[in-house]
Structure formats: C-alpha cells, structure tokens
C-alpha cells in the first residue's frame, strides 16, 4: 500500500545522545516535512525539503539536522544541542508545489522521551 | 510574526448540530490552505483545502470558506457526529518553498 511511514513509534534516549527517527514515503511525493508537536500544542516546522539533497529550515531548526538522499527518505536527527527534545515527531509528505487536490499526507508520528 | 492561529482553543457542540471552526491568518501572501483532524496519538488526517483564488469549497459533510479580506479562514461540519471529536487544525503554505505551517488548534467535543 502507499503511504508514509515513520519508525519507530517510541523512541527512549539518553540525556547527551544522538538519534534519528526515520521516515519513509513511496507515494513519490517531491516534498517532505518534519513537525515537533508538544502536549496539547499545534505542531512546528522544523525542517521541509523540496527535492532531493536540498532542505530548508523551519521555525525551530536548531538542536535538529536533516538530510534527503533520497526522494523517499527524510530522516531526522535530534542531537545533543536540542535541551529539550521530549516531544511527539510527525513526518509529512506532499506533491510539489501544494495545490487543491494534492493534500500532504503524515505518517502516524514518533513519541520520542528523554529518560 | 507572521502566523496561523485560531479563535477558539475548545468547541463543544450537541450531536447532530453543525459546528464552526474559526481561524485567523495573518500573511497576505499565504495561497493555499488546509484543514486537518487529528485524534489523540495519531498524525493529522487531511479533511478539506482551498486555494486563495477561492472563497468557498465543500467536502463530504464539511465546507470550508476563505474570506481574504479580514484575513478568516472556516471549517463547517454539518451534522457533527461523536466521531468528529478530534483536534482540528488549520495550516497554511507560504513562501516560494511550499514552507506549511499550522495554527495552534481547537479541540472539538460533540455531545450526545
């Protein structure tokens, strides 16, 4: 079936460590996204990415990295620098440019915690 | 800054009546804009979008319309049914990059 996946759905990390959440869409969608969304909170840009080995930052890019190798895979690395990375992560995906009828499709999301 | 937010963060609303989700933007140069549900734990699940050459487009049991000159954006649900509560959100796309960003949401109760 088509669609975007996100892996793994709970995610445990160490104060100080590196990890990186996946996200993988085979619906050949040209854009990609990655939101942070706190409790009861709307959700937050992080990075976007148009095409392949390109990507812009969102509004709260910083303790976060990126990269797109490929057209399907947009993974996402929280880091060290990020002081306060406890969050649930949505991965996004959509036809370049939006237009009515090409709807961005999310994946089920990642909870990620800080033990 | 500029952004996308919304006028209620709680609707409650009887089962069978219509409901009304509100949302302000304030970047003119926003054209393209999308509705979303999302239930508790899960991502958002598109509903409805429009472009801003358009001031209203309807949907399976939901309208949304676009009024560009005090900047408003709403969703309509007709016949609002208890699988209708979620968190609705409006978004945006704005800047040459297709950059979405979302307002902050309003959770939705229907009642029994």
């Known amino acids: 079936d088509g669609g975007i996946t996100q892996s793994p759905k709970y995610l445990f990390r160490k104060e100080g460590q590196n990890v990186t959440l996946s996200c993988e869409q085979n619906?050949?969608?040209?854009?990609m996204y990655w939101y942070r969304q706190d409790p009861g909170q709307g959700l937050r840009l992080i990075y976007y990415s148009q095409i392949v080995n390109d990507f812009q930052k969102g509004d709260i890019a910083e303790g976060y990295s990126v990269s797109r190798e490929k057209k399907e895979s947009f993974p996402l690395t929280v880091t060290s620098a990020q002081k306060n990375p406890t969050a649930f992560y949505l991965c996004a995906s959509a036809l370049y440019p939006l237009e009515v009828g090409t709807e961005a499709f999310f994946g089920q999301g990642t909870r990620l915690t800080v033990v | 800054g500029e952004s996308v937010g919304l006028h209620l963060p709680t609707l409650s609303v009887q089962e069978g009546d219509n409901s009304i989700i509100n949302c302000a933007y304030s970047?003119?140069?926003?054209?393209?804009f999308i509705w979303y549900k999302q239930e508790s734990g899960k991502g958002p699940q598109f509903i409805i979008d429009?472009?801003?050459?358009?001031d209203k487009r309807q949907g399976q049991r939901v309208t949304v319309l676009l009024n560009k000159t005090v900047k408003h954006l709403s969703l309509q649900i007709a016949a609002t049914q208890p699988g209708d509560s979620a968190v609705y959100f409006c978004a945006e796309s704005r800047g040459a990059g297709n950059m979405l960003t979302f307002g902050g949401g309003t959770r939705l109760m229907v009642k029994p």
């Open positions: 970047n003119s140069a926003s054209d393209y």
């Open positions: 429009i472009r801003s050459n358009m």
């Open positions: 619906l050949n969608h040209d854009a």
